[in-house]
């Protein structure tokens, strides 16, 4: 393989495996689910594909089998577990939401500091909220929920209503909050 197309695949996956971890986290947040479930889903995948795992000694270009095993098993699970979180999201039945109440377990907010670079020496530290809602889901566990300040403004009581949706994998998607 030509080295230049070679570097270029090389920073074409590393750009999409980037990419692939950030999608799981943004959907992960809209679905009631617990992170194991998808993630041992999504482990079939590299066991299926195992004897694949000497095909990476061209792209990492090590001759170890372990080196070659640790980055067939990581990128192969998360494409597997961006497929079952995306394709719950995305195939998910929008024609017939429900409307459930959840138990408010707690409700906080996070001030977090941010250092601004103003110009080469000089920093600004500013301050941003964070909203956090946490419910109690029908099996007793617990998720919690990153929400807009109107909305933990507006959450009050002890049940919080949410709509949800039915994904394709039967895990419920949270329409909006």
Not at 120 to 138: G, P, S, W
């Amino acid at each position: 393989m030509n080295k230049t197309l070679a570097n270029i695949l090389r920073i074409t996956i590393g750009v999409l495996f980037l990419i692939a971890i950030s999608l799981d986290y943004i959907l992960f947040r809209t679905t009631l689910v617990t992170w194991w479930m998808p993630a041992c889903l999504g482990a079939f995948l590299p066991v299926i594909t195992l004897p694949l795992y000497k095909k990476w000694t061209s792209f990492t270009r090590f001759s170890n089998r372990f080196v070659n095993l640790i980055c067939h098993i990581l990128c192969t699970e998360i494409l597997g577990y961006t497929l079952i979180i995306a394709g719950n999201y995305y195939f998910r039945d929008t024609d017939s939401p429900e409307t459930a109440a959840f138990a408010i377990v707690d409700k906080h907010s996070d001030t977090k500091k941010l250092q601004q670079r103003i110009g080469k020496h000089r920093y600004r530290t500013t301050h941003r909220q964070e909203f956090y809602i946490e419910v109690a889901l029908e099996d007793e566990r617990t998720k919690t929920l990153y929400v807009t300040s109107d909305f933990y403004r507006k959450a009050k009581g002890d049940t919080l209503e949410l709509t949800l949706e039915k994904g394709l994998l039967g895990f419920p998607v949270i329409k909006k909050f």
